[in-house]
């Protein structure tokens, strides 16, 4: 079992879904999503990247320019 903690926003992918980590956010009350759910309560601008390779590094690229404050 992973570590758990207060005051965070447990999100779920649907491999996980009933798994020991899942069940034990849910007793101890703490806010879950499923992941698609999750993505439905962000307000603004949505990006999606997909692909076979360099989601990881694109993903990174895409968060790095939205970080600088002159764009």
Same mark, same amino acid.
């Given at each position: 079992? %992973? &570590?758990?903690?207060?005051? *965070? $926003? ?7 879904? !009933?798994?020991?980590?899942?069940? =034990? $956010?849910?007793?101890? !009350? *703490?806010?879950? *999503?499923?992941?698609? =759910? ?5 307000? %603004? #601008? !949505? #990006?999606?990247?997909? !692909? &076979?390779? %360099?989601? &990881? &590094?694109?993903?990174?690229? #895409? ?5 600088? =404050?002159? #764009?």
């Amino acid at each position: 079992m %992973g &570590t758990i903690l207060e005051d *965070y $926003v447990y999100i779920v992918g649907s491999a996980f879904v !009933g798994g020991s980590d899942h069940l =034990e $956010v849910i007793k101890r !009350g *703490y806010p879950v *999503y499923r992941y698609n =759910e999750f993505l439905n309560t962000l307000d %603004g #601008i !949505g #990006i999606a990247v997909s !692909g &076979t390779h %360099g989601k &990881t &590094t694109i993903t990174s690229l #895409i968060a790095h320019l939205f970080k600088d =404050e002159r #764009i």
